[in-house]
């Protein structure tokens, strides 16, 4: 049913089940890797988010349990190649940041025709000015997909990469 503010700190609210559903990792793990933002959580059995937090016990049916998210930021670089779609990048940017702020981007754009003036003769970083997380690689024209994600993947310095394609 979705987290709700309470007295400064965050609730879930709902069956066993969707609470389960709403948490998606319980750890009962004495320490965590860097990657993990941690807060202590207690459990009680309520059928509806209506209950007063005053009638709520206040330390649930168990001891207090860890509830260990993951930030995917920290773990994960997107990386994309496109080829004259290059407007695609920055969209499929700005979707993804809509539910993972922070994550960062590595893209290549290859050129729309050969012989392009404006074209990099080799690859050519620069951060996006409207998408600040993402740096794009202007390549040459017939650079090609496999040389593109190749050459990002190379750059990845997270644990994790998601190759996607830019109209995802």
Known sequence: KGLQPARGEWAVCGTPREVNAAVDLLSYEPTFPDNFVTMNIS????????????????????????????EPARLITVVAHSAERCWLLRRMARSILEWYPG???????????????SCALSPTPHVDPEVPSMT???????????????LLISLVETEFVLVLDDDF
Not at 58 to 68: D, H, I, K, Y
Not at 138 to 150: A, E, H, N
């Open 103 to 117: 994550m960062k981007f590595l893209a290549t754009c290859e050129c729309a025709y050969e012989g392009d003036p």
């Open 136 to 150: 794009v690689y202007d390549v040459p024209y017939d650079f090609g997909l496999s040389r593109g994600k190749s």
């Open 43 to 70: 459990v009680n059995p309520v059928k509806s988010c209506a209950v007063p937090t005053d009638r709520l016990n206040p330390g649930g049916f168990r001891e207090n349990l860890t509830l260990a998210l993951v």
